[in-house]
């Protein structure tokens, strides 16, 4: 059973590391795969953004973070990102993040969410993406420097809550 709750501050070392084992990878994130641990809790753990653990028990699986998207006129839309434990992939963890996303977007009155860079090759995250009703609206055409295959397009995804 999964469970979905606000991360406290004495997460960050089991987000850390869940964080840095997706980014040394190289192939969803822009985060440097040298990425420092303070830097990384700069990024997740910021009040700007509210940030969200899965645990599976006492074992934290998963991570997302929901913010604006953009401040003033642009903070009505939505923006989170959202990483899983390789050794919790493929469990629906992700899934169950994406759809607890949603319900607190909306809970706090956002009007739409929108990923500004999901990677195209990350077909994982393009399908789930797909399937809790974001469309694709545009392409940034090789603007990720995935580590195995060069350089590949983005998409930028949005629904309307």
Do not use: C
């Amino acid at each position: 059973m999964i469970e979905i709750r606000e991360a406290k501050s004495n997460d960050f070392e089991a987000i850390w590391n869940i964080f840095h084992q997706v980014v040394a990878k190289g192939d969803t994130y822009v985060f440097s795969p040298d990425i420092s641990k303070e830097e990384a809790r700069s990024v997740w753990m910021t009040p700007i953004v509210k940030t969200y653990v899965a645990s599976n028990g006492d074992l934290i699986v998963g991570t997302y973070i929901l913010k604006p998207n953009q401040p003033g006129l642009g903070s009505h839309v939505a923006n989170a990102a959202f990483m899983v434990d390789s050794l919790a992939q493929g469990r629906g963890i992700g899934k169950t993040m994406g759809k607890h996303a949603l319900n607190e977007a909306r809970r706090l009155g956002y009007q739409a969410m929108q990923f500004n860079f999901v990677v195209s090759t990350n077909m994982n995250a393009v399908a789930l993406w797909q399937k809790l009703g974001f469309q694709i609206i545009g392409t940034l055409p090789k603007v990720f420097q995935h580590k195995q295959l060069g350089l590949v397009d983005a998409y930028v995804m949005h629904r309307f809550l």
